[in-house]
Protein backbone atom coordinates (compact mmCIF):
# COMPACT_ATOMS: atom_id res chain seq x y z
CA UNK A 1 0.00 0.00 0.00
CA UNK A 2 1.29 3.66 -0.81
CA UNK A 3 2.45 5.48 1.86
CA UNK A 4 1.54 9.29 2.44
CA UNK A 5 4.04 11.51 3.85
CA UNK A 6 0.89 14.24 4.64
CA UNK A 7 -2.93 14.35 4.49
CA UNK A 8 -2.34 17.10 1.51
CA UNK A 9 -0.47 14.38 -0.66
CA UNK A 10 -2.91 11.94 -0.19
CA UNK A 11 -5.61 14.27 -0.92
CA UNK A 12 -3.95 15.36 -4.29
CA UNK A 13 -3.44 11.77 -5.24
CA UNK A 14 -7.63 10.62 -4.54
CA UNK A 15 -8.13 14.23 -6.65
CA UNK A 16 -6.43 12.84 -9.52
CA UNK A 17 -7.69 9.55 -9.94
CA UNK A 18 -11.14 11.74 -10.23
CA UNK A 19 -12.61 12.25 -13.82
CA UNK A 20 -12.80 15.72 -15.86
CA UNK A 21 -16.53 15.79 -14.83
CA UNK A 22 -17.25 15.42 -11.17
CA UNK A 23 -19.26 12.55 -10.49
CA UNK A 24 -21.83 12.28 -9.90
CA UNK A 25 -22.89 15.70 -12.28
CA UNK A 26 -25.17 15.09 -15.05
CA UNK A 27 -24.36 15.40 -18.82
CA UNK A 28 -25.17 18.50 -20.66
CA UNK A 29 -28.82 18.56 -22.31
CA UNK A 30 -27.42 18.78 -25.82
CA UNK A 31 -24.36 20.68 -27.17
CA UNK A 32 -20.44 21.18 -25.26
CA UNK A 33 -19.71 19.69 -21.92
CA UNK A 34 -17.20 22.56 -20.59
CA UNK A 35 -16.11 20.65 -17.30
CA UNK A 36 -12.58 20.42 -16.78
CA UNK A 37 -10.55 19.63 -13.62
CA UNK A 38 -8.16 22.57 -12.65
CA UNK A 39 -6.81 21.16 -9.50
CA UNK A 40 -5.16 18.56 -8.82
CA UNK A 41 -3.74 18.56 -12.34
CA UNK A 42 -1.05 15.43 -13.32
CA UNK A 43 2.01 16.04 -11.54
CA UNK A 44 3.35 16.35 -14.69
CA UNK A 45 1.30 19.71 -15.70
CA UNK A 46 3.11 23.17 -15.83
CA UNK A 47 0.92 25.53 -13.77
CA UNK A 48 -2.95 25.62 -11.96
CA UNK A 49 -5.58 27.51 -12.41
CA UNK A 50 -6.68 29.36 -9.33
CA UNK A 51 -8.93 31.83 -8.03
CA UNK A 52 -8.96 36.03 -7.00
CA UNK A 53 -10.98 38.64 -6.43
CA UNK A 54 -10.60 41.66 -9.66
CA UNK A 55 -7.96 43.77 -8.62
CA UNK A 56 -5.78 41.41 -6.28
CA UNK A 57 -2.00 40.21 -7.88
CA UNK A 58 -1.60 38.81 -4.79
CA UNK A 59 -4.14 36.88 -2.29
CA UNK A 60 -4.99 33.94 -3.97
CA UNK A 61 -7.09 31.01 -3.78
CA UNK A 62 -5.86 27.73 -4.08
CA UNK A 63 -8.44 24.95 -3.26
CA UNK A 64 -7.63 21.27 -2.35
CA UNK A 65 -9.51 20.55 -5.67
CA UNK A 66 -11.00 22.60 -8.56
CA UNK A 67 -13.44 21.87 -11.69
CA UNK A 68 -14.06 24.18 -13.89
CA UNK A 69 -17.57 24.41 -16.12
CA UNK A 70 -16.63 26.63 -19.06
CA UNK A 71 -19.95 28.06 -20.24
CA UNK A 72 -21.48 31.42 -22.02
CA UNK A 73 -19.77 32.56 -25.30
CA UNK A 74 -16.23 33.65 -27.06
CA UNK A 75 -17.75 37.25 -26.71
CA UNK A 76 -19.32 36.62 -22.68
CA UNK A 77 -17.73 33.55 -20.95
CA UNK A 78 -17.73 32.52 -17.84
CA UNK A 79 -17.47 29.73 -15.54
CA UNK A 80 -19.93 27.88 -12.17
CA UNK A 81 -17.06 26.21 -10.37
CA UNK A 82 -17.12 23.23 -8.25
CA UNK A 83 -13.95 23.09 -5.69
CA UNK A 84 -12.84 21.11 -2.61
CA UNK A 85 -11.22 21.47 0.64
CA UNK A 86 -9.87 19.01 2.62
CA UNK A 87 -10.29 20.53 6.09
CA UNK A 88 -7.61 18.92 9.16
CA UNK A 89 -8.98 21.35 11.64
CA UNK A 90 -12.01 23.33 12.71
CA UNK A 91 -9.83 26.66 12.56
CA UNK A 92 -8.75 25.21 8.99
CA UNK A 93 -12.23 24.85 7.97
CA UNK A 94 -13.41 28.25 9.35
CA UNK A 95 -10.60 29.93 7.18
CA UNK A 96 -11.88 28.19 4.01
CA UNK A 97 -15.19 28.59 4.60
CA UNK A 98 -14.27 32.49 4.57
CA UNK A 99 -12.81 32.48 1.19
CA UNK A 100 -15.77 31.07 -0.40
CA UNK A 101 -18.51 32.91 1.64
CA UNK A 102 -21.48 34.89 -0.28
CA UNK A 103 -20.47 38.22 -0.46
CA UNK A 104 -20.77 41.16 -3.18
CA UNK A 105 -17.57 40.74 -4.50
CA UNK A 106 -16.97 39.03 -7.98
CA UNK A 107 -14.57 36.39 -8.02
CA UNK A 108 -12.71 35.24 -10.60
CA UNK A 109 -11.26 32.14 -12.19
CA UNK A 110 -7.88 32.14 -13.88
CA UNK A 111 -6.44 29.84 -16.24
CA UNK A 112 -2.62 29.85 -16.86
CA UNK A 113 -1.32 29.81 -20.84
CA UNK A 114 0.48 26.21 -20.17
CA UNK A 115 -2.81 24.71 -18.41
CA UNK A 116 -4.65 25.91 -21.59
CA UNK A 117 -1.97 24.93 -24.06
CA UNK A 118 -1.22 21.38 -22.00
CA UNK A 119 -3.44 18.30 -23.00
CA UNK A 120 -7.02 17.25 -21.02
CA UNK A 121 -5.21 14.44 -20.15
CA UNK A 122 -3.05 11.61 -20.48
CA UNK A 123 -5.18 9.87 -22.64
CA UNK A 124 -6.93 12.70 -24.32
CA UNK A 125 -4.04 14.88 -26.54
CA UNK A 126 -6.74 17.47 -26.88
CA UNK A 127 -5.47 21.50 -25.61
CA UNK A 128 -7.47 22.48 -22.97
CA UNK A 129 -8.17 25.71 -24.77
CA UNK A 130 -9.98 23.66 -27.58
CA UNK A 131 -12.39 21.80 -24.93
CA UNK A 132 -13.35 24.91 -23.12
CA UNK A 133 -15.41 25.54 -26.02
CA UNK A 134 -15.14 29.45 -25.34
CA UNK A 135 -11.79 30.02 -27.01
CA UNK A 136 -11.21 30.46 -30.61
CA UNK A 137 -7.05 30.89 -30.69
CA UNK A 138 -4.77 28.97 -29.15
CA UNK A 139 -3.96 32.00 -26.39
CA UNK A 140 -0.70 34.22 -25.35
CA UNK A 141 -2.53 35.57 -22.21
CA UNK A 142 -3.95 33.68 -19.01
CA UNK A 143 -7.66 33.15 -19.24
CA UNK A 144 -9.62 35.28 -16.78
CA UNK A 145 -13.40 34.57 -16.69
CA UNK A 146 -16.18 35.78 -14.30
CA UNK A 147 -17.36 32.63 -11.70
CA UNK A 148 -21.05 32.69 -12.30
CA UNK A 149 -21.86 30.15 -9.72
CA UNK A 150 -20.06 28.33 -6.43
CA UNK A 151 -20.31 25.15 -5.08
CA UNK A 152 -17.63 23.89 -2.64
CA UNK A 153 -17.34 20.27 -0.69
CA UNK A 154 -15.86 20.48 2.29
CA UNK A 155 -14.11 17.33 3.97
CA UNK A 156 -13.77 16.68 7.98
CA UNK A 157 -12.07 14.85 9.97
CA UNK A 158 -14.71 12.07 11.43
CA UNK A 159 -15.07 13.86 14.82
CA UNK A 160 -14.95 17.28 13.45
CA UNK A 161 -17.42 15.82 10.62
CA UNK A 162 -19.82 14.46 13.14
CA UNK A 163 -19.82 17.54 15.57
CA UNK A 164 -20.34 20.16 12.64
CA UNK A 165 -23.68 18.12 11.19
CA UNK A 166 -24.76 17.90 14.92
CA UNK A 167 -24.82 21.66 15.38
CA UNK A 168 -24.47 23.79 12.27
CA UNK A 169 -26.22 24.40 9.44
CA UNK A 170 -24.39 24.62 5.83
CA UNK A 171 -24.79 27.56 3.24
CA UNK A 172 -26.71 26.77 0.26
CA UNK A 173 -23.70 26.12 -2.08
CA UNK A 174 -21.65 24.41 0.37
CA UNK A 175 -21.36 20.36 0.99
CA UNK A 176 -19.64 18.37 4.09
CA UNK A 177 -18.30 14.49 3.55
CA UNK A 178 -16.21 12.49 5.90
CA UNK A 179 -12.35 12.41 5.50
CA UNK A 180 -12.11 9.01 4.72
CA UNK A 181 -14.85 9.11 2.17
CA UNK A 182 -13.04 11.82 0.05
CA UNK A 183 -9.63 9.67 0.29
CA UNK A 184 -10.92 6.50 -0.08
CA UNK A 185 -9.78 4.78 -3.74
CA UNK A 186 -13.38 4.03 -4.20
CA UNK A 187 -14.68 7.55 -3.98
CA UNK A 188 -15.21 8.67 -7.54
CA UNK A 189 -17.48 5.19 -7.38
CA UNK A 190 -19.50 5.79 -4.19
CA UNK A 191 -23.11 6.44 -5.02
CA UNK A 192 -23.57 8.47 -1.30
CA UNK A 193 -21.22 10.86 -2.73
CA UNK A 194 -21.80 10.63 -6.26
CA UNK A 195 -25.80 11.68 -4.82
CA UNK A 196 -24.59 14.67 -3.10
CA UNK A 197 -22.36 16.02 -5.85
CA UNK A 198 -25.28 15.59 -7.95
CA UNK A 199 -26.68 18.62 -6.27
CA UNK A 200 -23.99 20.47 -6.21
CA UNK A 201 -25.12 21.88 -9.65
CA UNK A 202 -27.87 25.13 -10.02
CA UNK A 203 -30.06 22.85 -12.22
CA UNK A 204 -31.23 20.88 -9.03
CA UNK A 205 -33.06 24.33 -7.90
CA UNK A 206 -35.64 23.81 -11.01
CA UNK A 207 -38.49 21.94 -11.29
Known sequence: MQEFRSLDSLVRTRLRQWPQRPPGLAGPLKGHDGWLRGRPTETSSPGHPFLKLPGSNRLRT???????????TVAEPFVDILAIEACSSLQNLLDKRSRFAPSTHS?????????LLAPVAANDP???WRATGVLRHQPALPLTLPVRDIRVMYALKRDHYQGFAESQVPHPHEYFVPMDTLTAETAPEDPRLQALLARANASANFF
Do not use: I, S
Open 107 to 115: LLAVCPVPW
Open 62 to 72: LPDGLWLNFAG
Open 126 to 128: TPR
